[in-house]
């Protein structure tokens, strides 16, 4: 999550000495790179390996700090939620093995948190958004306890100037209205990396952009947030929106985000970008000056660009040029943030694999992808199988529109091998990392689709968070034996042995699909809702969606036996409504909740935050539940 050392609510002094190291470092830049100082001929490759931890009900745990102090593993480190972990793996030379070599190493890594996991009870997850994640879990108390992190949402929340909408409309819906810009850490993605020349970069980054549209078609992993269908890559368009310090203003001017696909393909050289993300974002990080960039240049030494480097890393292109020194050498490097986690560890492998055999083959074959595709094109491709993933067209470099899955198979798989070749991989990884492209493109049968394709199968059989803890648990067990997608299973609901998990906490299982009536309403609306859809309680909202009231059925039945009875089109809402509410929050303990509505011998609990209803807690919904969590009980006395 970039750097961590960030200096907390700079002064306008020490921001614009900052901003003159930055300047000083694109400077030296320019320097190194009109100097040919760039390592040319080398080819390597790294990865980014971002996971969730879950707790065993499979809900996200916030266990990250305790894992890396007992780990110890210089690899490891944090991310912004405190339930999330990053892996940075070991840069290796592009050849021979070195696929196979970086997914043991993954492997490896993995394990290590795994087993430091279970000493604080966690577990390993990897999806692109994890299904069983909540609104609640988004709270400033589950951030992870740095200054980088604290400082990046107070500044993000502030640019932006007011509350942040997120919106994001598939088969169902979302629409969240956020205070912050913590519903980044919904997502985790696999970064993988590759070294080239400075001569080649400008072509190798744009191909990168080309061809990111084929590679997330194949590796779409997250088509849930909160429980709703949304795209087949939803952490696209929420990463955008979590993190858009665009005011409406801003936006009504045509600015481009902070997560980007980017303007236009690069034309020059590879500073046309890093002077537009000065020019276009302001720099809203800053740190401890260590050095002068053109000074340790002048000295004969390689700067690190360190202040450069920390503004680079709060602009989130989907393709990001990075720079970096290995062996006293710098290099630039494309960093390919647009594929998701999972669903395992060699399916990771494989997009990678045909991304790096793509970046090998397209190049050599066609040259200068500026001539051949407009840049439009390919950033329509990537939002166009973000949200419809296999089931996409393309429009690729003759101009036509292919179907996506016909495309790979039989223009770009052949390719992807020839590329793989080139770079004189092994032909063993070869044949299993694009076999296993192969068969999931055949199959249809991405980590999206598994989970949507689960879904239904479990749909008439239990409740939303039911499925939700069965697909992420199934997802857990193919992980752990590091099985492709296309041979899973389908996710079903869990043995009844484990269903106590399911209802630890009261967001769990409440209703959410909720009607609701003003208080200005006729009674009679509020007597149909009970008679159509078979509730017993209606909660009464006023216009901002704050809860004032509720109005049960026994409410009604006192007001048909009342002595002095007025005509029914008389009697509004608020003539009836109960105003001295008991309510509860999402986090309240099943059985804090249970043993409240005993106490106050009520049927019905809403469910707040603030003043907003988000779901609505009956008698009935324990009718199923409230033996066994006495059982369960008793078991634990």
């Given at each position: 999550?970039?750097?961590?050392?960030?200096?907390?609510?700079?002064?306008e002094?020490?921001?614009?000495?900052?901003?003159?190291?930055?300047?000083?470092?694109l400077?030296?830049?320019?320097?190194?790179?009109?100097?040919?100082?760039?390592?040319?001929?080398?080819?390597?490759?790294?990865?980014?390996?971002?996971?969730?931890?879950?707790?065993?009900?499979?809900?996200?745990?916030?266990?990250?700090m305790?894992?890396?102090?007992?780990?110890?593993?210089?690899?490891?480190?944090?991310?912004?939620?405190?339930?999330?972990?990053?892996?940075?793996?070991?840069?290796?030379?592009?050849?021979?093995?070195a696929?196979?070599?970086?997914?043991?190493?993954?492997?490896?890594?993995?394990?290590?948190?795994?087993?430091?996991?279970?000493?604080?009870?966690?577990?390993?997850?990897?999806?692109?958004?994890?299904?069983?994640?909540?609104?609640?879990?988004?709270?400033?108390?589950?951030?992870?306890?740095?200054?980088?992190?604290?400082?990046?949402?107070?500044?993000?929340?502030e640019?932006?100037?007011?509350?942040?909408?997120?919106?994001?409309?598939?088969?169902?819906?979302?629409?969240?209205?956020?205070?912050?810009?913590?519903?980044?850490?919904?997502?985790?993605?696999?970064?993988?990396?590759?070294q080239?020349?400075?001569?080649?970069?400008?072509?190798?980054?744009?191909?990168?952009?080309?061809?990111?549209a084929?590679?997330?078609?194949?590796?779409?992993?997250?088509?849930?947030?909160?429980?709703?269908?949304?795209?087949?890559?939803?952490?696209?368009?929420?990463?955008?929106?979590?993190?858009?310090?665009?005011?409406?203003?801003?936006?009504?001017?045509?600015?481009?985000?902070?997560?980007?696909?980017?303007?236009?393909?690069?034309?020059?050289?590879?500073?046309d970008?890093?002077?537009?993300?000065?020019?276009?974002?302001?720099?809203?990080?800053?740190?401890?000056?260590?050095?002068?960039?053109?000074e340790t240049?002048?000295?004969?030494?390689?700067?690190?660009?360190?202040?450069?480097?920390?503004?680079?890393?709060?602009?989130?292109?989907?393709?990001?040029?990075?720079?970096?020194?290995?062996?006293?050498?710098p290099?630039?490097?494309?960093?390919?943030?647009?594929?998701?986690?999972?669903?395992?560890?060699?399916?990771?492998?494989a997009?990678?694999?045909?991304?790096?055999?793509?970046?090998?083959?397209?190049?050599?074959?066609?040259?200068?992808?500026?001539?051949?595709?407009?840049?439009?094109?390919?950033?329509?491709?990537?939002?166009?199988?973000?949200?419809?993933?296999?089931?996409?067209?393309?429009?690729?470099l003759?101009?036509?529109?292919?179907?996506?899955?016909r495309?790979?198979?039989?223009?770009?798989?052949?390719?992807?091998?020839?590329?793989?070749?080139?770079?004189?991989?092994?032909?063993?990884?070869i044949?299993?990392?694009?076999?296993?492209?192969?068969?999931?493109?055949?199959?249809?049968?991405?980590?999206?689709?598994?989970?949507?394709?689960?879904?239904?199968?479990?749909?008439?059989?239990?409740?939303?968070?039911?499925?939700?803890?069965?697909?992420?648990?199934?997802?857990?067990?193919?992980?752990?034996?590091?099985?492709?997608?296309?041979?899973?299973?389908?996710?079903?609901?869990?043995?009844?042995?484990?269903?106590?998990d399911?209802?630890?906490?009261?967001?769990?299982?409440?209703?959410?699909?909720?009607?609701?009536?003003?208080?200005?309403?006729?009674?009679?609306?509020?007597?149909?809702?009970?008679?159509?859809?078979?509730?017993?309680h209606?909660?009464?909202?006023?216009?901002?969606?704050?809860?004032?009231?509720?109005?049960?059925?026994?409410?009604?039945?006192?007001?048909?036996?009342?002595?002095?009875?007025?005509?029914?089109?008389?009697?509004?809402?608020?003539?009836?409504?109960?105003?001295?509410?008991?309510?509860?929050?999402?986090?309240?303990?099943?059985?804090?909740?249970?043993?409240?509505?005993?106490?106050?011998?009520?049927?019905?609990?809403?469910v707040?935050?603030?003043?907003?209803?988000?779901?609505?807690?009956?008698?009935?919904?324990?009718?199923?539940?409230?033996?066994?969590?006495?059982?369960?009980?008793?078991?634990?006395?």
């Open positions: 999550m970039g750097e961590k050392k960030v200096q907390v609510q700079t002064d002094h020490n921001l614009r000495v900052f901003t003159k190291a930055v300047l000083n470092d400077q030296a830049l320019e320097k190194m790179l009109a100097n040919e100082m760039m390592e040319e001929n080398a080819l390597r490759i790294g990865a980014e390996q971002e996971m969730f931890l879950v707790d065993s009900s499979m809900h996200p745990a916030c266990a990250a305790q894992i890396l102090e007992s780990a110890k593993d210089g690899r490891l480190t944090t991310e912004i939620g405190q339930f999330n972990l990053e892996a940075n793996l070991t840069p290796l030379e592009f050849s021979g093995n696929l196979s070599q970086l997914e043991n190493e993954i492997l490896e890594v993995i394990e290590i948190v795994r087993q430091n996991a279970k000493k604080v009870d966690s577990d390993v997850v990897l999806v692109g958004i994890l299904p069983t994640i909540q609104h609640s879990d988004l709270v400033i108390e589950n951030i992870t306890p740095m200054p980088r992190y604290y400082e990046l949402n107070r500044v993000l929340t640019l932006h100037g007011e509350n942040r909408i997120v919106h994001i409309k598939g088969l169902d819906e979302v629409n969240l209205t956020l205070h912050d810009s913590l519903s980044e850490t919904c997502n985790t993605s696999f970064q993988i990396h590759l080239v020349g400075n001569k080649d970069f400008v072509n190798a980054y744009n191909w990168a952009q080309a061809v990111a084929p590679v997330l078609a194949c590796a779409v992993n997250s088509p849930m947030l909160f429980g709703r269908r949304l795209w087949h890559e939803t952490r696209v368009a929420l990463f955008q929106q979590a993190t858009d310090t665009r005011s409406v203003i801003h936006q009504s001017r045509n600015q481009t985000p902070r997560v980007t696909f980017g303007r236009d393909w690069v034309r020059d050289s590879i500073l970008i890093f002077h537009e993300d000065v020019a276009r974002y302001r720099i809203i990080l800053t740190r401890e000056l260590e050095e002068d960039s053109l240049l002048a000295n004969g030494g390689i700067p690190g660009l360190r202040a450069w480097q920390m503004h680079n890393g709060t602009i989130w292109r989907w393709n990001r040029a990075c720079y970096g020194v290995m062996n006293g050498k290099s630039l490097r494309v960093e390919a943030r647009f594929l998701p986690s999972g669903p395992s560890v060699a399916d990771e492998m997009n990678s694999a045909f991304f790096l055999g793509l970046m090998m083959a397209l190049p050599q074959e066609f040259g200068d992808v500026t001539k051949k595709m407009a840049f439009d094109d390919a950033r329509n491709n990537f939002f166009t199988v973000a949200r419809y993933g296999l089931k996409s067209q393309i429009t690729w003759d101009g036509k529109n292919y179907r996506t899955t495309l790979i198979l039989e223009e770009l798989l052949p390719r992807a091998r020839h590329g793989l070749q080139m770079a004189n991989i092994d032909s063993a990884d044949e299993r990392y694009l076999g296993i492209i192969e068969e999931r493109i055949s199959q249809e049968k991405t980590g999206s689709q598994w989970v949507l394709d689960s879904w239904a199968k479990m749909n008439p059989v239990a409740k939303a968070n039911v499925r939700l803890r069965a697909l992420t648990a199934t997802m857990k067990k193919y992980q752990e034996i590091n099985e492709p997608v296309h041979n899973w299973e389908l996710a079903e609901v869990l043995d009844k042995s484990e269903w106590i399911n209802y630890r906490t009261v967001e769990q299982f409440m209703t959410r699909d909720l009607f609701t009536v003003r208080p200005e309403d006729v009674v009679d609306l509020a007597a149909n809702l009970m008679t159509w859809k078979h509730v017993r209606v909660p009464v909202e006023d216009n901002k969606g704050n809860l004032i009231g509720i109005i049960s059925y026994s409410d009604l039945l006192k007001l048909v036996a009342s002595e002095t009875p007025k005509k029914s089109d008389e009697i509004i809402v608020r003539d009836v409504m109960k105003t001295d509410l008991i309510t509860i929050s999402p986090e309240t303990p099943t059985l804090d909740a249970l043993y409240l509505m005993r106490e106050k011998d009520i049927g019905c609990l809403p707040v935050k603030g003043k907003k209803l988000i779901g609505l807690l009956t008698a009935h919904d324990f009718l199923t539940v409230s033996t066994k969590l006495f059982e369960e009980r008793l078991k634990e006395l």
